[in-house]
């Protein structure tokens, strides 16, 4: 499995093992964090509450979709999520630039 690793915690001085954190942890927390720095929020419990249930809806939505209709749902819903992917880039690419500018 590949992964990040990073060393532990203050709260486990005597360890000197690594933690893999796995890809998909990584990807679902650096999405949750470029949506929470587009949003900025007033509330960060309540971002992430409202964020992991809907990701956690829209996966099981997802799901419920690729069961029922084959391999052609599989394709639009891949299609579908690359263009929101695409989308979701250009807005960080356009925030970080606006952040540089200042």
């Known amino acids: 499995m590949d992964g990040v690793y990073i060393s532990p915690s203050d709260a486990m001085p005597n360890e000197n093992?690594?933690?893999?954190v796995p890809d998909e942890l990584r990807e679902v927390l650096l999405e949750f964090s470029i949506s929470f720095l587009l949003e900025q929020p007033a509330d960060v419990v309540d971002f992430a509450v409202d964020y992991f249930t809907k990701l956690q809806a829209?996966?099981?939505?997802?799901?419920?979709t690729q069961e029922g209709n084959g391999e052609e749902a599989?394709?639009?819903s891949l299609e579908e999520d690359e263009e929101d992917e695409v989308r979701h880039w250009q807005c960080a690419e356009v925030t970080m630039d606006s952040l540089s500018d200042t």
């Open 17 to 20: 093992k690594r933690i893999q």
């Open 58 to 64: 829209d996966r099981k939505l997802t799901t419920g």
């Open 74 to 76: 599989k394709g639009e």
